[in-house]
């Protein structure tokens, strides 16, 4: 059974940094993608970055491009999300999700099949 564990996620003023951690476990496949996401109230989830395993390409949303960093430690199978520069518009729910190749999407759209529970992120002075 697939898993995903987010954790990391806080309170930070503006201009502070946070990483988040996602631990999986459970995947039947040696690669594939995994992304984080993030949701308001009243919003569509919205693809933030995201990483194939299978060469550790990495790509970001434009709104993060710069001040995000995805990477992953195939040791420990877990995703992290490196933020720096938060503002508060970057206040949200954050999510980890993972799914096999062929993404039925584009590699940030919001097709993927696993997720994790989200964890809170809140930019605020």
């Known amino acids: 059974q697939v898993q995903l564990v987010e954790s990391g996620g806080g309170s930070v003023q503006p201009g502070g940094s946070l990483r988040l951690s996602c631990v999986a476990s459970?995947?039947?496949?040696?690669?594939?993608?995994m992304a984080w996401f993030r949701q308001v109230p009243g919003k569509e989830r919205e693809g933030v970055a995201a990483?194939?395993?299978?060469?550790?390409?990495?790509y970001y949303a434009d709104s993060v491009q710069g001040r995000f960093t995805i990477s992953r430690d195939g040791a420990k199978n877990t995703l992290y999300l490196q933020m720096s520069g938060l503002k508060a518009e970057d206040t949200a729910m954050y999510y980890c999700?993972?799914?096999?190749?062929?993404?039925?999407?584009?590699?940030?759209?919001?097709?993927?099949?696993?997720w994790g529970q989200g964890t809170q992120v809140t930019v605020s002075s």
């Open positions: 459970g995947f039947p496949y040696s690669n594939y993608y």
């Open positions: 999700a993972a799914n096999r190749h062929p993404l039925p999407c584009p590699i940030l759209g919001n097709c993927y099949n696993y």
């Open positions: 990483i194939w395993t299978g060469d550790t390409r990495t």
